[in-house]
């Protein structure tokens, strides 16, 4: 099993920066790749970020690409989610996900076999 913990979640302005982490733990050995999705009230999940962990090879969403940045640490089991220039609209919860399967689609809710509890993101006006 693969454990995850979230940190860096916040508060910030429009226009700022946060940097979100995601340890994994447990038998990481079999981790292909890891992503981030986020949930906002009343909507549903959504497809962030995600890096195959071997290659480091990274995959965005449209809504984010040219302004977060994932990135991993194999030593560490961490992977990392650099979020520049927000907006009010990236506010939501945003859960961190480890896939033990290779060869699935990086943006399917259904490629990931672990979640993390999620951290709360705030985008002020």
């Known amino acids: 099993q693969v454990q995850l913990v979230e940190f860096g979640g916040g508060l910030v302005q429009a226009g700022g920066s946060l940097r979100l982490s995601c340890r994994a733990s447990?038998?990481?050995?079999?981790?292909?790749?890891m992503g981030w999705f986020r949930q906002a009230p009343a909507k549903e999940r959504e497809f962030v970020a995600a890096?195959?962990?071997?290659?480091?090879?990274?995959y965005y969403a449209d809504s984010v690409k040219g302004r977060f940045t994932i990135s991993r640490n194999i030593l560490t089991n961490t992977v990392y989610l650099q979020m520049n220039g927000l907006k009010p609209e990236d506010t939501a919860v945003y859960f961190c996900?480890?896939?033990?399967?290779?060869?699935?689609?990086?943006?399917?809710?259904?490629?990931?076999?672990?979640w993390g509890q999620g951290t709360q993101v705030t985008v002020s006006s």
């Open positions: 447990g038998r990481t050995s079999s981790t292909y790749g």
């Open positions: 890096i195959n962990w071997s290659g480091g090879n990274p």
């Open positions: 996900a480890a896939s033990t399967r290779p060869g699935l689609l990086p943006a399917g809710t259904g490629t990931y076999d672990y």
